[in-house]
C-alpha cells in the first residue's frame, strides 16, 4: 500500500465497522483482517437497490416488486445482515452471563458498558426487550455507525490530500499537541481540542454530506412562502444542494475549512449534515471523535498525497453518498 493509489474508502469501511463493533456493541469482529466482509457487501448492496427502486416506477409498488430480480437480492442481503447481527448479540450476551460474577465485583468493568449491554439489559413496561426488537437497533447503530462515518472519512482524507495546504495547518495543529511524543495515542481532551481538524471534517460534511437527502412529515399547517403546507405531508430535505448554496456559503464549491472559524451561529438550520431538531442524528458526537481520532492518526503517520494524474470523483446518489469510482489517493510515510 506504501507509495501506490489507493482506494482509501475500502480500507476506511472496514476500520469504521471494527469501531463500532468494538466501541457499541463490545465485539470484535475483525473486519479489517476479513477484506471480504459480507455484512459490508450486503450493505453496499442495499443501499445501491434503495437507490435503484426510487429511479425504477415499476419496481416502487410493493404488489408487483417480487416480479424484479432486486427483490431477491434485497430478502438475502437482508437475511444474511439479520444473522450477522443475531450473532453479534448472542456472542455479546454469552460474555456477560460469563462475566457477570466478576462486573458485580469490578467497577471499571462496569463502567465500560457497551450500547449492546445496555439493550440486552433493558426492559419496556416491566419486560426485556425480545430478540428482534434488539436486532432493529443493533442493525440501525451497526449500519448508520459504520457506513455513515466511513463515507465521511474517506471523502475527508481525499480532500486534504487534494489540498496541501489545509493537510499541513492541519499537521501543525497536531504538532502542536503531540509535541515531542507525535505517535502516542490521542486522549478525549486532545480531540476535544482538535479545532481545525473539525473545521476540516464539517467542511467536508458541507460538500460531501453523508446522507445527502432526508425527509420530515408536517404535524401541522406550515405557511412557506406564502403556501401553505398541509398536515401529513412528507416533506424532502435536499441537504447536499442546500449546503452547496452561495445564498449560506459563500464561494460554496471551494473547499475552505476556515470558514467555520468565523459562522456566528445566526444561520442555524444551513450547516445540517446530521440533519437537525429532535429527530437529529442520536451518534453525531460519537462520529465526530471518531473521524477526530481516525484523520488524526492518519495525519500524524502519511503524508496524504493525490494520484496522478488526479482523480475525479463520481458521486453516486445512494442512501449514504459515495464515490461511485472509488476514492483514491496516494500514501507516504510521514517524516516529523
Not at 459490508?40 to 430480480?69: G, H, M, S, T
Not at 437482508?78 to 444473522?83: E, K, L, W, Y
Not at 443493533?138 to 493537510?167: I, K, Y
Not at 442546500?242 to 456559503?249: D, G, I, L, T, V
Amino acid at each position: 500500500m506504501q507509495g501506490k493509489d489507493i482506494n482509501i474508502y475500502r480500507y476506511i469501511t472496514l476500520y469504521s465497522l471494527d469501531v463500532i463493533c468494538e466501541s457499541s456493541m463490545g465485539v470484535s469482529i475483525n473486519a479489517q483482517e476479513i477484506e471480504d466482509s459480507e455484512y459490508v457487501k450486503n450493505v453496499k448492496l442495499l443501499c445501491k437497490i434503495v437507490a435503484e427502486r426510487q429511479n425504477r416506477l415499476r419496481e416502487r409498488f410493493d404488489l408487483i416488486y417480487w416480479l424484479f430480480p432486486n427483490y431477491y437480492r434485497e430478502k438475502r442481503a437482508v437475511r444474511q445482515i439479520h444473522n450477522f447481527t443475531y450473532s453479534v448479540i448472542d456472542s455479546r450476551r454469552k460474555l456477560l452471563d460469563e462475566s457477570s460474577p466478576q462486573q458485580e465485583n469490578d467497577p471499571e468493568i462496569k463502567k465500560r458498558v457497551a450500547f449492546l449491554d445496555m439493550l440486552l439489559q433493558s426492559t419496556v413496561d416491566g419486560r426485556p426487550l425480545t430478540r428482534e426488537e434488539i436486532r432493529e437497533e443493533v442493525d440501525t447503530f451497526m449500519f448508520e455507525g459504520h457506513d455513515t462515518t466511513g463515507s465521511a472519512m474517506s471523502f475527508a482524507l481525499f480532500l486534504l490530500a487534494s489540498h496541501p495546504d489545509v493537510q499541513n495547518q492541519a499537521l501543525e495543529e497536531q504538532k502542536c499537541m503531540f509535541a515531542d511524543d507525535i505517535l502516542r495515542p490521542a486522549t478525549y481532551d486532545d480531540l476535544q481540542n482538535m479545532k481545525y481538524l473539525e473545521c476540516v471534517i464539517k467542511e467536508t460534511l458541507r460538500l460531501y454530506p453523508s446522507v445527502p437527502f432526508f425527509a420530515r412529515k408536517t404535524d401541522k399547517e406550515v405557511e412557506f412562502k406564502g403556501n401553505v403546507i398541509p398536515e401529513g405531508i412528507n416533506v424532502a430535505v435536499f441537504a447536499f444542494g442546500m449546503m452547496r448554496s452561495a445564498e449560506y456559503f459563500p464561494d460554496p464549491l471551494t473547499f475552505k475549512p476556515s470558514r467555520f472559524e468565523d459562522m456566528d451561529g445566526t444561520k442555524p438550520f444551513a450547516f445540517i449534515p446530521f440533519s437537525a431538531g429532535p429527530r437529529n442524528c442520536i451518534g453525531q458526537k460519537f462520529a465526530m471523535l471518531e473521524m477526530k481520532s481516525c484523520l488524526s492518526k492518519m495525519l500524524r503517520n502519511f503524508e496524504l498525497k493525490p494520484t496522478v494524474p488526479a482523480h475525479q470523483l463520481v458521486l453516486a446518489p445512494e442512501t449514504v453518498l459515495k464515490a461511485h469510482n472509488g476514492m483514491y489517493i496516494r500514501l507516504t510515510d510521514r517524516k516529523l
